[in-house]
Every structure is written in C-alpha cells, then in structure tokens.
C-alpha cells in the first residue's frame, strides 16, 4: 500500500512530536523527582507497561546514592533474580572453594566381595553428574569391590522430606527446571534424548544419553525440509507418562532437516528410582554385580569404612551453572545446604532463615524479602529493586567480588544473556543475571559507562505484558552505556 508524501509527513511530525515529549519527561524532570530515562519510557510504552508495574536502579558503584531509582523500594516478584540472593549467601557461608563430598561406605572387602550392604551418603552436592557417579562407581572397583552381596542403601537424610508436587508451579512435572532437590541426586535426574535425522535424512532418530531399563521412547516424528526456527521445539508434542519407576516419553511433529542435532530434556522417574538405574546399568557395565536391591535408608552410625568418594568442583565453578544458565535445581539444593545443621536435616524454611541471617550481618536489612524455594519458580518470593541493588553493591566489595561477577551471563556472548542482548552496543559490556516467568522480566548486575565508571544495575518488570519489556530492557543498558 503507498503512502502519499502528505500522510507520510504527518506521520514523521507525529513521531517527532513523542520523542521530543519523551526526551524532555526525561530531561526536565522536577528537581527530586525521579525519572525513567527516554528511551526505557518510550519502549515501555510501546510495549504496554504502565510504570507503575516497573522497578529500575541503576547507582555508581563508588557512591552512596543511586543515579536512578523508580518505584525501587517496591516488593517485586524476581523470577531468576532471586538467585543472586541464594548464591551471594552460599558464597558468603561457604567460601569459592567449597567442596562437596558424596562418600560410599561398608565393609572391607574380601576377595573382591562386600558381605553386606554399601552405604552411599548424600550431602547436598548440587552437581552430581552422570559422568561423577560413574567414577565413583570405578573407584569402587579400583579399590577391588566386584561382588555385593547385600543392598546398596541410599542415605538422603541431610534434607528433611518436604512433601511437594513438582508439578504444582505449572503443570508440567515432567520439565527438568521443575526437578525438586534431594540430599542424594544424581545427574540432575534428567533423561536427555538426542534428536538427528538418519545418513539418508528419511527417519528421526531419538538417542537417549543413558541407558535407562525403564524408560521407553516412542518416536512419531517425521522429517522436513527446511532451516531450524528458534522455537523448532514449539513444533514438537511431547507427551510423558512416569510412575516412578517406569516412564514412556512419546514425541510427535516434525523435525527439520536443519536443525542438525538438538536435544531435548525430561524429569522422569522418582529420585530413588533413577539412581538405582543408573547405579545397576554402570555397576554392571564395570563388570560388578549386586545381590540385593537399591533402596533409601539411613547410613549406621558409627561409620563403616569409607571405600569410594567423588569430590565436587569448587562453588566458584557451580555459581556460574547456577547464574549464567539459571539452573533451578542447583539453586534449590543451595537453599537446603545453607539450611543444615548439626544433627539436624536441614528444610527450605531454615536456609531461608539463614540468608536473612547472612544479610544483617552485612548491614543488609530487606524486610520485604520472602524466600520460598532461592530459585525464582515461585510467585511468593519478592524483594525490591533496591535492596537486590544494594546486595550487589556489597557483593561488589568483598573479597569473593570476582567470582560472584564472573557467575554471570556476559551480554551477548554467553549463558541466559547470549541471545538476548545481541546489540553490538551492548555485547561485552555488561554481566548480567536474566530472569522470566508469565507477568515477570528482570535484569540485573554490573556494567561501565561511557566514561568508564562500574554501576550496578536492577530491572524488573511485573505485569501482564513483561515479555514484551525487553527492548525497554536493552534501552536502559544502551542508556547506561551511552549517555552515563
């Protein structure tokens, strides 16, 4: 459709008029009155979002006042944000080279035979892989254990058992980001299929990355022409049917060819049903073999000898799983860990008590803040803008300050913020923690201005239309970036 030259005139006058109008709200703003800068104003009207539904604070990291500050003493739901709380107190708590150590127990073996049972004692270790439950296992077998003839015991006990539906957020407990945290788990029990097209490019193939005896996968998909769209899972149904020790994962639609291999991830089994799959597959593929059964209980006290044990990366290393890719369940099982207690198993409620804890004895005071489960998958935490701004400050002044930033997503380059700022503007420039659920967006971390000062920085939006406030997200990074 053409426009004539008088319509397109108007048109230009009409845009000019606005972003005259915006730029002067945020210029000549009344003295004490805060104000969004013009180009978040703008984009947040476009999108849809009153102001009032906005937090935003943005203050130099070497003075006592904040350079923005709009609705930020506002309790706000975090989304994602909520895991700079729990990993700045595990980090505080703990120390960067914290350790986790899952230890095997049991009789000494003779001849390469337990008479009883073994005894595998969880911590809390937040990542316990596949790859690390198998070393454990050949560790087993290096010390000379090849015959078991009793149970392997399964002690979780360091987290006390808190009834919850992993469903109950959205529906969907079969989504790995709704994995609840145990005291003992491994490989995050996730089962990962592997989606590729066959040599000719006339099958899918689903390649699960485990040997599971009880899972089975009905493939229904069919191949298409075509390149890859960045929602090509959006075209494939996946229906799950689990009852904790057996599950059938059914995947149907298409599969282009374009997308070369990706992979797609399930929550499927109960906790104690995946390990001992996972503990029998590798058991005998190492050549070992089990009289008994892999059940939970407690480890006897006294200790029997330890015979086998796998240490964790330091916490330094899990912080950046934890924040550049927003991993939930790493956050949740970090709750529980800063809630145990001598004697004591720990529970959501005490480590929530003990990042409060944490917080006054660095002069941080956030009356507002509910911490429900420390990873965001929640409409009952909240804090404000504000003091999740002053959280990064102090952060930013302790001794820990370079693995605390180096936990976050770089813009444009990596984790949850690889994609999402691709600005060349932006790229590099800032590290950033990204958080998203239905009605609620945020950012927040570190940045430098254009002349060359380091800034924290907070960014939520709570409201209907948040998904739309990532431009007005990005307007505020280029501001900060250009105009500070």
């Known amino acids: 459709m053409r426009i004539s030259r008088g319509k397109a005139l108007r048109q230009m ?222 075209g494939i149904e ?18 282009p060819s374009g997308c070369g291999r990706k992979s797609m991830s399930f929550s499927v089994f109960s906790n104690e049903s995946y390990i001992a799959q996972a503990f029998r597959t590798l058991w005998r593929q190492l050549g070992g073999s089990l009289s008994g059964r892999v059940r939970l209980g407690p480890a006897p006290s006294p200790e029997l000898p330890m015979l086998a044990v796998t240490r964790s990366p330091p916490l330094a290393d899990q912080l950046r799983l934890i924040n550049k890719y927003s991993n939930n369940l790493m956050a949740r099982t970090l709750l529980l860990d800063l809630g145990r207690e001598e004697g004591r198993p720990a529970s959501r409620a005490q480590g929530a008590a003990y990042i409060r804890q944490i917080l006054a004895q660095r002069g941080l005071q956030f009356p507002e803040l509910v911490v429900e489960n420390g990873c965001g998958l929640s409409r009952q935490e909240l804090i404000s803008a504000g003091h999740l701004n002053a959280l990064l400050i102090q952060a930013s002044r302790e001794p820990t300050q370079a693995e605390f930033v180096s936990s976050l997503a770089i813009s444009g380059l990596d984790g949850t913020a ?33 002349s060359g000062h380091r800034v924290a920085l907070v960014f939520v939006v709570n409201h209907a239309h948040a998904a739309a406030a990532k431009p007005a997200q990005e307007a505020l990074l280029r501001w900060i970036g250009d105009s500070l």
């Open 238 to 255: 996946r229906q799950v049917e689990d009852n904790g020790s057996k599950a059938r994962i059914t995947l149907r639609g298409r599969f």
């Open 13 to 234: 006058l009409l845009a000019l008029g606005l972003g005259l109008m915006l730029a002067l709200r945020g210029v000549l703003a009344e003295p004490g009155q805060p104000s969004l800068p013009a180009p978040v104003a703008g984009a947040l009207a476009e999108a849809g979002i009153p102001p009032d539904a906005v937090s935003v604070v943005v203050q130099d990291l070497s003075t006592a006042h904040p350079l923005l500050s709009w609705n930020g003493d506002t309790p706000r739901a975090p989304a994602s944000l909520m895991k700079l709380v729990t990993t700045y107190s595990a980090l505080a708590a703990f120390g960067p080279a914290w350790t986790w150590e899952t230890r095997v127990y049991g009789p000494a073996p003779r001849q390469g035979r337990v008479d009883g049972n073994l005894y595998v004692v969880g911590v809390g270790d937040p990542d316990l892989t596949l790859e690390r439950w198998e070393n454990l296992l050949r560790d087993l077998r290096i010390r000379g254990v090849r015959q078991i003839r009793g149970d392997v015991v399964l002690d979780a006990s360091a987290f006390q058992p808190e009834p919850e539906d992993p469903g109950a957020f959205d529906h969907q407990a079969f989504r790995t980001y709704n994995t609840l945290p145990a005291a003992l788990q491994v490989g995050f029990k996730a089962v990962t299929v592997t989606l590729t097209l066959d040599a000719e490019g006339r099958h899918v193939l689903t390649l699960p990355n485990f040997e599971f005896p009880g899972l089975e996968i009905v493939n229904r998909l069919q191949p298409a022409a075509g390149s890859c769209p960045a929602d090509w899972k959006n």
């Open 418 to 450: 690889e994609r999402r700022f691709p600005d060349g503007e932006i790229e590099g420039r800032f590290h950033l923690k990204t958080g998203s659920l239905d009605d609620v967006s945020g950012m927040a971390g570190y940045g430098d201005t254009r």
